[in-house]
């Protein structure tokens, strides 16, 4: 007979942490906005599952508070890793649904997908990735008629997210984390933690897969949470609530900002939007900073349009003599100009190169930059004097292979010689070198 208790005791704690992970399930989704009691077999609850614990648990959280017919699963192949690991990834999902009886939609991309949208958008593979995860996303959503998308992501990604931004420089608008629902897209699990996830697997007996590129440090979340987490788990106690509180504070005084910037309005001039500079020039900077990011959404821009060309166009009205000087900048196919007495936003052209891309800009005063990505041979002043060549630089910040050419090198073409004064690696979160 006592031997026996401790099993029952074991069965009843299983049961009891089974039954408070689905709770947070179910409240996660309120939380979201989700009305349970709209989710039915003609307009279900999708969930985007990647074969990994946090979309696992999630799936198998919502198959115990809904019927399958009430389910839908999508998952993508994004055919960047090796054909088994990707393949099986895939084939982890659908046998999983099989087995929850949910329906389930696998979308594979074709090989050198992600690759050629990375080349396009003049971003990191990640970033592609994401982007063509999140367009079927879309077309699931309207397909499925879904009355929401799930999306696994817990509180140590928001965690993760909210230092990657720091570190990339992001300000207020960008310094509060995930948003627990944008569109038809929800995030359930963002109060829920990693230990949590992988305690509620186990206590079901369920397996999961693992992305062999987790524990690649070279992609800047992975460093984030293989290296700087637990160092700051070691020494700094408390800092992930300092951090929520912090980014709580961030997400209000961004939505304060945010009302005063949508009140200013674009107008269309042929293929571009334009505004009254003195209208804008009279805004405080964070607010304009705001204003020029609503075109660029407006436009729509097609990728992240560098903080130091934003910069350079909020500040124009303390270099130049309004409204009898113009000013030019553009990056990543977008031009922000000053003529006479508007502003003004539109697409260019990108002047790209065989290894990246290159933007010219021209000041009044004669000088000319060009804002390029590094090529063979690149070499920039030292704080001695002497010359030190850029990919050696990048070898000691350990960039990774896919920021080599994403970091922007401004270039002096007025000067003799045409020198190198500046590397901006604080864009995608390494250091800055600028000669002096």
């Not at 019927?67 to 192949?77: E, S, Y």
């Not at 200013?264 to 020029?292: K, S, T």
């Amino acid at each position: 007979m006592t031997a026996k208790a401790p099993a029952r005791g074991l069965f009843c704690f299983r049961g009891l942490l089974l039954r408070s992970f689905e709770e947070k399930v179910r409240e996660g989704l309120i939380a979201c906005g989700v009305a349970l009691e709209s989710v039915t077999p003609e307009h279900p609850l999708g969930v985007a599952v990647s074969g990994g614990a946090d979309s696992v648990s999630l799936l198998c959280a919502l198959s115990s508070l809904f019927a399958a017919d009430m389910l839908r699963v999508i998952t993508i192949n994004h055919n960047i890793r090796e054909e088994n690991e990707t393949s099986g990834d895939a084939r982890f999902v659908a046998d999983l649904c099989e087995v929850l009886k949910v329906p389930c939609k696998v979308v594979t991309l074709p090989r050198g997908e992600v690759a050629r949208v990375s080349e396009a958008r003049s971003h990191g593979v990640e970033d592609a990735a994401r982007f063509l995860r999140y367009e079927a996303f879309a077309s699931f959503c309207e397909e499925e008629r879904l009355s929401a998308l799930c999306l696994a992501h817990n509180q140590n990604d928001e965690m993760e997210t909210l230092l990657m931004r720091f570190l990339q420089g992001s300000g207020s608008e960008g310094g509060f984390g995930m948003s627990r629902q944008r569109g038809k897209m929800v995030r359930p699990l963002l109060d829920v933690s990693r230990t949590e996830i992988e305690a509620y697997l186990r206590a079901r007996g369920q397996n999961w897969r693992t992305d062999s590129t987790n524990n690649d440090t070279a992609y800047l979340r992975n460093n984030i949470r293989k290296n700087l987490i637990p160092l700051l788990n070691t020494h700094f106690a408390g800092w992930s609530a300092a951090l929520k509180n912090g980014a709580e504070k961030a997400f209000f005084d961004n939505d304060a900002l945010q009302a005063i910037a949508d009140k200013m309005q674009w107008n269309r001039e042929g293929g571009a939007l334009c505004m009254n500079a003195a209208d804008f020039y009279a805004q405080p900077a964070a607010v304009r900073r705001r204003i020029l990011f609503n075109a660029f959404n407006e436009l729509p821009a097609d990728g992240r349009v560098p903080y130091s060309v934003v910069r350079a166009a909020v500040m124009w009205n303390e270099r130049v003599s309004m409204p009898n000087e113009s000013q030019s900048v553009s990056a990543h196919g977008v031009e922000i100009s000053l003529k006479s007495d508007k502003i003004y936003v539109k697409k260019c052209e990108n002047k790209a190169t065989e290894s990246g891309f290159l933007d010219i800009i021209e000041e009044d005063s004669g000088s000319v930059y060009l804002r390029r990505s590094v090529q063979s041979g690149d070499v920039i002043k030292t704080k001695d004097g002497t010359m030190k060549s850029v990919q050696k630089i990048f070898g000691d910040w350990k960039v990774s292979a896919e920021d080599k050419n994403r970091i922007p090198l401004i270039q002096d073409v007025s000067q003799k010689g045409q020198p190198i004064i500046a590397i901006l690696g604080s864009e995608f979160g390494y250091s800055d070198w600028i000669v002096k």
